[in-house]
């Protein structure tokens, strides 16, 4: 979790009571001066996610396109979208992670070294590392519940774009297929089966920027191979240099299309870079450090990730099959150091984290398209079940040399959700969906402190409803409500005593919390080539409770909604011209009354985002995006809030006939000097009171920054 954490931790110390992690929306952080802790019919002619990544990856001649389904992706809910590859590849940006910010309202940060999986903002909710975004890649989650780092870890590092053939858009739980971690919003990330041409290609850029790219596919036997390795380094502006070095790969073998045939994938990734962390904001003020300057040079970390998995599909008259099944082993080891010398004035406050997991799981759906009093109905059924098995903990450390252990765990973690829904087309201008999942969880901890060991589950039924009216005049009208689910970190389920002294009661929180969602939209199609959206929608949560990796402790939270609206649009007037524009605000309150105020810290209000792409196959090309990321309240009453950010990056290429392809991209265009991220807790510098400082924290946005690029396609 990193910074979010350090201010829980910082928190902890004056809230002996215990509670636990529903979604890592901003939970109760330190005030200004709290007791340090450590530790439609337009749709059915668009291309599914499956015929459109089909396409891409040349389906067999002859292969007709399926009909849309009527619950496909476009169909569901205003703010619903299918991006392409192709427009997630067209603009430029820093790090994988910004991929993502390809999703309408999403904002996509860092706080630490090119490694750790990235901040997420979303619908007024500082989403941790990915806590209430469920990302998934081919079929496979990429959020690790119970993680040592983190509820929800989703680290996408792994992840290499130019395979990327569609990224499916879905927000609010109102979706029968999507379960936990997916109550604020879910991305499902496909790769291309073929490419369309073979890719090499290398980058250089400021800072020590190095990337070389691989990928390609061949024939072999009745299907295709497909191959892709990347290499990177990176050393970033920083004093302390990152120092990043990652390797990645992909090899897939696949017959027939998306919706007949299969698929087997192996992914490896494996990474290790130093961070510099957020930093005391009055150690640059002071001249202790310089503005890209470290308060702890042996923070850092460790982390690899290697998958197989497999995919198979079949069609037929009355529906369509669709298996997934995959095994997951990552390791992540992280040392971080955010209070400095708050709790050890003497050897100081890094810790190590440390996550070991094997995940195995299987997803299926079957879909029945049938007629039911002479109207077209859509009935979907399906299945997804994961088994994580984890050894992960927490220890002191001093220059990444062990000193303590805070706690060790064993862990097994099961998974089953079990989902239906139906969609009918009532009318031309009226269709339905109504839906209903239900999830199983349950596990066991073995804890080195053994009364923080034992057992637990919990079950939950999310009903789900969907409307969709229209098209009158190119407008469809939208309406959806839902129940969904977060679960909590099964640790802060069973545990009894405070693992840092073994001694202290600690209550049990439940596994499962409630999160309650609905929205109203409109989408507009009825000028060439624009469409538009606008989306209103509330979302509640019960409780939103963490689960303190740091300290090894659970923390209770408060009742919450976010009322929000959501306006985005594309426009495309000429084949090689387009523009979008997305504006998005959120008012996030907790619902209780509390003398500390209602202001949830970290949640955005304002984000917004606007992009220019031009270029043909053949000749010049460019891009220019801008993202707006609004001030955030860093304390309940409001009384420490964020910068603002707006930081623009830009690319100018040229393709040539013979397949080279030559470009250039400049990111924080106009050098703007504002910060990645900001937190607001108690740290200590050597020489301060014992009891701490409350400041501002901040992790600084790079400076301008250039990288070249050398590509050939053949």
Same mark, same amino acid.
Request: aromatic share 8%; hydrophobic share 35%; glycine share 10%.
């Given at each position: 979790?990193?910074?979010?954490?350090? /201010?829980?931790?910082?928190?902890?110390?004056?809230?002996?009571?215990?509670?636990?992690?529903?979604?890592?929306?901003?939970?109760?952080?330190?005030?200004?001066?709290?007791? %340090?802790?450590?530790?439609?019919? /337009?749709?059915?002619?668009?291309? &599914?996610?499956?015929?459109?990544?089909?396409?891409?990856?040349?389906?067999?001649?002859?292969?007709?396109?399926?009909?849309?389904?009527?619950?496909?992706?476009?169909?569901?809910?205003?703010?619903?979208?299918?991006?392409?590859?192709?427009?997630?590849?067209?603009?430029?940006?820093?790090?994988?992670?910004?991929?993502?910010?390809?999703?309408?309202?999403?904002?996509?940060? /860092?706080?630490?070294?090119?490694?750790?999986?990235?901040?997420?903002?979303?619908?007024?909710?500082?989403?941790?590392?990915?806590?209430?975004?469920?990302?998934?890649?081919?079929?496979?989650?990429?959020?690790?519940?119970?993680?040592?780092?983190?509820?929800?870890?989703?680290?996408?590092?792994?992840?290499?774009?130019?395979?990327?053939?569609?990224?499916?858009?879905?927000?609010?739980?109102?979706?029968?297929?999507?379960?936990?971690?997916?109550?604020?919003?879910?991305?499902? $990330?496909? #790769?291309?089966?073929?490419?369309?041409?073979?890719?090499?290609?290398?980058?250089?850029?400021?800072?020590?920027?190095?990337?070389?790219?691989?990928?390609?596919?061949?024939?072999?036997?009745?299907?295709?191979?497909?191959?892709?390795?990347?290499?990177?380094?990176?050393?970033?502006?920083?004093?302390? @240099?990152?120092?990043?070095?990652?390797?990645?790969?992909?090899?897939?073998?696949?017959?027939?299309?998306?919706?007949?045939?299969?698929?087997?994938?192996?992914?490896?990734?494996?990474?290790?870079?130093?961070?510099?962390?957020?930093?005391?904001?009055?150690? $640059?003020?002071?001249?202790?450090?310089?503005?890209?300057?470290?308060?702890?040079?042996?923070?850092? !970390?460790?982390?690899?990730?290697?998958?197989?998995?497999? +995919?198979?599909?079949?069609?037929?008259?009355?529906?369509?099959?669709?298996?997934?099944?995959?095994?997951?082993?990552?390791?992540?080891?992280?040392?971080?150091?955010?209070?400095? #010398?708050?709790?050890?004035?003497?050897?100081?406050?890094?810790?190590?984290?440390?996550?070991?997991?094997?995940?195995?799981?299987?997803?299926?759906?079957?879909?029945?398209? #049938?007629?039911?009093?002479?109207? @077209?109905?859509?009935?979907?059924?399906?299945?997804?079940?994961?088994?994580?098995?984890?050894?992960?903990?927490?220890?002191?450390?001093?220059?990444?040399?062990?000193?303590?252990?805070?706690?060790?765990?064993?862990?097994?973690?099961?998974?089953?959700?079990?989902?239906?829904?139906?969609?009918?087309?009532?009318?031309?201008?009226?269709?339905?969906?109504? !839906?209903?999942?239900?999830?199983?969880?349950?596990?066991?901890?073995?804890?080195? &402190? %053994?009364?923080?060991?034992?057992?637990?589950?919990?079950?939950?039924?999310?009903?789900?409803?969907?409307?969709?009216?229209?098209?009158?005049?190119?407008?469809?009208? #939208?309406?959806?409500?839902?129940? !969904?689910?977060?679960?909590?970190?099964?640790?802060?389920?069973?545990?009894?005593?405070?693992?840092?002294?073994?001694?202290?009661?600690?209550?049990?929180?439940?596994?499962?919390? +409630?999160?309650?969602?609905?929205?109203?939209?409109? +989408?507009?199609?009825?000028?060439?080539?624009?469409?538009?959206?606008?989306?209103?929608?509330?979302?509640?949560?019960?409780?939103?409770?963490?689960?303190?990796?740091?300290?090894?402790?659970?923390?209770?939270?408060?009742?919450?909604?976010?009322?929000?609206?959501?306006?985005?649009? /594309?426009?495309?007037?000429?084949?090689?011209?387009?523009?979008?524009?997305?504006?998005?605000?959120?008012?996030?309150?907790?619902?209780?009354?509390?003398?500390?105020?209602?202001?949830?810290?970290?949640?955005?209000?304002?984000?917004?985002?606007?992009?220019?792409?031009?270029?043909?196959?053949?000749?010049?090309?460019?891009?220019?995006?801008?993202?707006?990321?609004?001030?955030?309240?860093?304390?309940?009453?409001?009384?420490?809030?964020?910068?603002?950010?707006?930081?623009?990056?830009?690319?100018?290429?040229?393709?040539?006939?013979?397949?080279?392809?030559?470009?250039?991209?400049?990111?924080?265009?106009?050098?703007?000097?504002?910060?990645? $991220?900001?937190?607001?807790?108690?740290?200590?510098?050597?020489?301060?009171?014992?009891?701490?400082?409350?400041?501002?924290?901040?992790?600084?946005?790079?400076?301008?920054?250039?990288?070249?690029?050398?590509?050939?396609?053949?």
């Amino acid at each position: 979790m990193g910074a979010a954490q350090a /201010q829980q931790q910082a928190q902890f110390r004056t809230l002996p009571e215990i509670a636990v992690d529903a979604p890592a929306a901003p939970h109760r952080t330190a005030r200004r001066h709290p007791a %340090p802790r450590s530790g439609s019919h /337009q749709a059915r002619t668009a291309p &599914t996610p499956a015929s459109a990544a089909t396409a891409i990856a040349a389906p067999v001649a002859g292969a007709s396109s399926p009909p849309v389904p009527l619950s496909a992706p476009q169909n569901q809910a205003a703010s619903t979208r299918v991006i392409s590859g192709a427009e997630v590849n067209a603009l430029p940006v820093a790090r994988v992670g910004e991929v993502l910010e390809a999703v309408p309202g999403l904002v996509v940060t /860092q706080h630490s070294g090119e490694g750790k999986a990235n901040q997420y903002f979303l619908r007024g909710f500082n989403l941790d590392h990915g806590t209430d975004l469920a990302i998934t890649v081919d079929g496979m989650p990429v959020n690790m519940p119970t993680h040592g780092h983190g509820q929800g870890y989703a680290d996408i590092n792994f992840i290499i774009p130019e395979l990327i053939s569609t990224m499916t858009v879905r927000k609010g739980p109102y979706f029968a297929d999507v379960g936990d971690f997916g109550s604020a919003g879910a991305v499902g $990330i496909e #790769y291309l089966r073929a490419m369309p041409k073979n890719l090499a290609e290398i980058t250089v850029g400021s800072f020590g920027y190095r990337r070389l790219l691989g990928a390609g596919s061949t024939p072999v036997g009745e299907g295709t191979l497909l191959a892709a390795f990347e290499g990177n380094t990176y050393n970033g502006p920083w004093d302390v @240099p990152d120092n990043v070095r990652k390797l990645n790969g992909v090899l897939r073998y696949s017959q027939g299309t998306l919706t007949d045939g299969f698929s087997l994938t192996g992914m490896a990734y494996a990474n290790r870079w130093t961070s510099t962390d957020q930093v005391a904001q009055r150690a $640059i003020d002071d001249g202790l450090i310089g503005r890209y300057g470290s308060l702890d040079p042996t923070d850092g !970390g460790i982390a690899s990730r290697y998958s197989l998995s497999g +995919r198979f599909a079949h069609s037929s008259d009355i529906g369509q099959t669709d298996l997934n099944a995959y095994v997951i082993r990552s390791s992540l080891q992280l040392y971080n150091n955010f209070t400095y #010398y708050l709790d050890n004035p003497i050897e100081g406050d890094q810790f190590n984290q440390y996550d070991r997991r094997t995940v195995v799981g299987l997803n299926g759906t079957q879909r029945l398209n #049938y007629r039911f009093a002479g109207l @077209p109905v859509e009935t979907r059924v399906g299945l997804q079940s994961r088994a994580d098995s984890i050894s992960l903990g927490l220890n002191k450390t001093l220059q990444r040399d062990w000193l303590s252990t805070v706690r060790a765990d064993d862990v097994s973690e099961q998974s089953l959700g079990l989902w239906t829904d139906t969609t009918v087309r009532w009318t031309d201008w009226l269709r339905t969906t109504a !839906g209903v999942r239900e999830d199983y969880f349950n596990g066991r901890v073995i804890s080195d &402190t %053994p009364a923080n060991s034992g057992n637990a589950s919990a079950s939950m039924t999310s009903p789900k409803f969907g409307i969709v009216l229209g098209p009158w005049a190119s407008t469809e009208f #939208y309406g959806n409500a839902g129940t !969904g689910l977060h679960s909590n970190d099964i640790r802060g389920a069973t545990i009894s005593v405070d693992p840092n002294d073994k001694t202290t009661p600690l209550d049990r929180v439940p596994l499962l919390v +409630r999160s309650k969602g609905a929205e109203l939209g409109i +989408r507009n199609r009825s000028i060439p080539g624009l469409t538009t959206s606008l989306a209103v929608f509330v979302l509640d949560f019960d409780s939103e409770l963490l689960f303190v990796g740091d300290a090894g402790t659970t923390e209770p939270s408060r009742p919450s909604r976010r009322v929000g609206v959501e306006w985005t649009s /594309q426009y495309k007037p000429l084949p090689w011209l387009g523009f979008d524009l997305d504006v998005a605000y959120t008012r996030a309150r907790f619902t209780n009354v509390d003398p500390a105020g209602d202001l949830i810290p970290g949640a955005p209000a304002w984000v917004a985002s606007a992009g220019l792409t031009l270029g043909r196959e053949t000749g010049w090309f460019g891009a220019v995006k801008g993202r707006y990321f609004g001030p955030r309240p860093l304390i309940e009453d409001g009384s420490e809030t964020s910068l603002a950010s707006l930081i623009f990056n830009a690319r100018l290429g040229y393709r040539f006939d013979n397949g080279i392809r030559l470009q250039l991209d400049a990111l924080n265009l106009f050098n703007a000097k504002t910060n990645q $991220i900001e937190y607001y807790y108690l740290s200590r510098l050597p020489g301060e009171p014992l009891d701490g400082v409350g400041d501002r924290h901040v992790h600084p946005a790079e400076p301008l920054a250039v990288r070249l690029t050398l590509a050939g396609a053949f």
